[in-house]
């Protein structure tokens, strides 16, 4: 059984890892993108139509890619070439994802989808809690491999160091002659694709079929993730586990029973008798609040950062949210 929870806990956190990552790096830029939510929509009903359409999920992941890159396009020339209000054009991205997806799954509804089949291991699958590292989908290493590449770029690169100089000084950077709008549409590009890629896992991977509104506000959670890890990779890695963690025990809380609890042996006895108790004092608690605890974990997190002035301030890019308009 735990690992069953450890296993639907991995499944669990990546959209949210891949989503804050993508929402990291253009953070890290100078710009604030709240439309994590409508993109992830976008490459989630994109990505199942195409996969059902053609019979392919990689066809999918790609057109969730390209969907959630697409939609965050349209952020892109609202906020960086107009100079639009960052806040507002975000909330409105993630308002016409909502619909826009709604709107094209509308004919998804109800019908199987084509799951992407995990990779296989032959001998380290088979090994005790193997299946954790060795028989997971492509979409867990992917987002494995994302916060490592993530972090090589932004630290131990000069493109990194130069977006960073973007979001931490964006009219310096233009005094040095840097491309400041091209770099921040290149970074909000990406983060587009990383929301769609998200999406695209949670109609491939998670539960293989459309559901409308299926991300239940995951977009939120990987934006507040961001804040969270103070803008840094590996932090965000033991968030989006975190939170992915909170998702799952509440699920297995109230499909399970005490009398579940295998029994323990010697200093294991008291082990089962604890989470037997604990888990019959978790079914007292009403089932609605069990499934409000990712998003009050969230709140939660964000007040007490807030509290800390010091915290909110470490690695924060200076010139978030703010725009830059050249001739001004």
Not at 114 to 136: A, M, N, S, V
Request: positive net charge.
């Amino acid at each position: 059984m735990l690992e069953s929870i450890l296993l639907t806990t991995a499944t669990a956190s990546t959209p949210l890892l891949i989503a804050a990552m993508g929402e990291l790096v253009v953070e890290r830029s100078g710009v604030l993108n709240l439309g994590v939510e409508g993109m992830m929509l976008m490459g989630a009903v994109i990505g199942f139509g195409v996969a059902l359409s053609t019979g392919s999920p990689w066809f999918g992941v790609l057109a969730g890619i390209l969907a959630g890159a697409a939609f965050s396009m349209l952020f892109a020339f609202l906020a960086l070439t107009l100079a639009t209000n960052q806040v507002a054009t975000g909330l409105a991205l993630t308002l016409l994802g909502i619909g826009a997806s709604g709107m094209i799954g509308e004919a998804f509804v109800g019908q199987p989808g084509i799951k992407l089949t995990p990779i296989y291991i032959p001998g380290l699958t088979d090994l005790p809690f193997g299946r954790l590292l060795f028989g997971q989908d492509p979409m867990f290493y992917l987002s494995l491999l994302l916060v490592a590449g993530v972090s090589w770029f932004l630290f131990r690169t000069r493109a990194g160091l130069t977006l960073r100089s973007v979001g931490d000084s964006h009219t310096s950077a233009h005094a040095l002659g840097i491309k400041v709008i091209r770099i921040r549409y290149a970074a909000v590009a990406f983060g587009g694709a990383c929301a769609g890629l998200a999406g695209a896992q949670m109609s491939l991977v998670y539960t293989s079929q459309w559901i409308e509104n299926m991300t239940a506000g995951r977009g939120w959670i990987a934006l507040a993730l961001v804040v969270f890890a103070s803008w840094r990779p590996t932090r965000v890695l033991l968030g989006a586990y975190l939170f992915g963690a909170i998702t799952i025990a509440q699920l297995h809380v109230q499909a399970l029973s005490p009398g579940d609890i295998a029994a323990g042996t010697g200093p294991f006895a008291f082990l089962a008798e604890a989470g037997r108790w604990l888990l019959s004092a978790l079914k007292t608690v009403p089932a609605q609040f069990l499934s409000a605890l990712p998003y009050l974990a969230t709140v939660v997190v964000l007040v007490l950062i807030s509290r800390n002035r010091r915290l909110t301030l470490i690695n924060t890019p200076a010139c978030l949210g703010r725009p830059f308009v050249p001739d001004r």
